[in-house]
């Protein structure tokens, strides 16, 4: 098990309840230990369990949200 910490620029969040409603989403993936998101950076940071999780899941609970993601890259 390796616990990786990403983050994601995510577009469309407007305000509070747009930043928990991808929150919501994110954290209900399998492997997922912590998310944050903020409106007004437009970032959302997740740690998660890269052998249960990846990338391409967690910018689909994203996109499920509503919003558009995509992952900044160091």
Excluded: N, W
Excluded at 22 to 32: A, I, P, R, T, W
Excluded at 52 to 70: D, H, N, R, S
């Amino acid at each position: 098990m390796a616990t990786v910490t990403r983050q994601f620029t995510t577009t469309g969040m407007h305000c509070p309840s747009c930043s928990m409603l991808v929150q919501m989403d994110v954290s209900d993936l399998e492997g997922v230990s912590a998310v944050s998101s903020d409106h007004r950076t437009s970032l959302t940071e997740v740690t998660y369990d890269d052998s249960l999780v990846g990338p391409a899941e967690i910018i689909g609970a994203i996109t499920k949200a509503g919003y558009g993601a995509e992952v900044v890259e160091a």
